[in-house]
């Protein structure tokens, strides 16, 4: 196969450095709609928290147009379901926080302030409307979130594996000839900073790791050839796609499964 050794970690200037945080790319989305609606002088009352004493005994999740908007800055938390959320990862879930707005205020003002009701509907229309118009942006931003989440989630439980622990930190640079070599949770690392554009980028660090192991450490550390490749095989198995042959060849059913190093 092609050797890349001489890659221990991916460079600083690549593409994970230049990829924009899909994360604040879609809150930035949300951001302008909100917008949208609060240029509207109908969105006055639901820009700020009800003072009402009485509104707390209706409305048992009280939100407005500032949480919202202080979310997609990143600035604010709001607790749903007992689950603290800061910036929107999707779609769906800053139109539940919307769709909140609107009904909180059906509930306290249907009978009270009916005008008010038919106000809110228009202001998430005019949401929905800037919505529609970044479809296939937020359907981008949605897609790079979600395989970070996914890719973070398959690095995990290979960071859980008894028989990867060799590799979950970096060996001392003194065996890669002074490199700071890749390992597990610099994967880890990469994976949360939406540093993967797809599983076979990220499959392809796990076979880098495996090369290293093989260029720097067959000597000192013989018994991380196989593990190295069985973490392959492995995250083969995790991703769903293949990286080719391994280098070792072994009975993989023969791998104790606790490993002294």
Known sequence: GNR?????VPGKGGTAKRREDPKRRLNTIFEQALRA???QNKSFPFQSAVKDPAYRKVVSTPIDLSIIRDRCYGLASFSRGGRVQTLYNSKKEFEEDIALVVSNCHAYNQYREPQLVVDVMDLERVCRSKLEENACAIAEAEASIQLAHELADLTTKLITSVEFQPFVRPLSSKYYGGKRPLALHT????ARAFGYSSRREWLDHLVLLRDNVYDHCS???PHLLRISDLLVVRGQALAGIDAGPCRWNPEFAQLPSVVTW
Request: proline share 0%.
């Open 187 to 190: 994967i880890l690392d990469k």
């Open 37 to 39: 609606m609060m240029e």
């Open 219 to 221: 000597t000192r550390f």
């Open 4 to 8: 890349r050794s001489k890659d221990i």
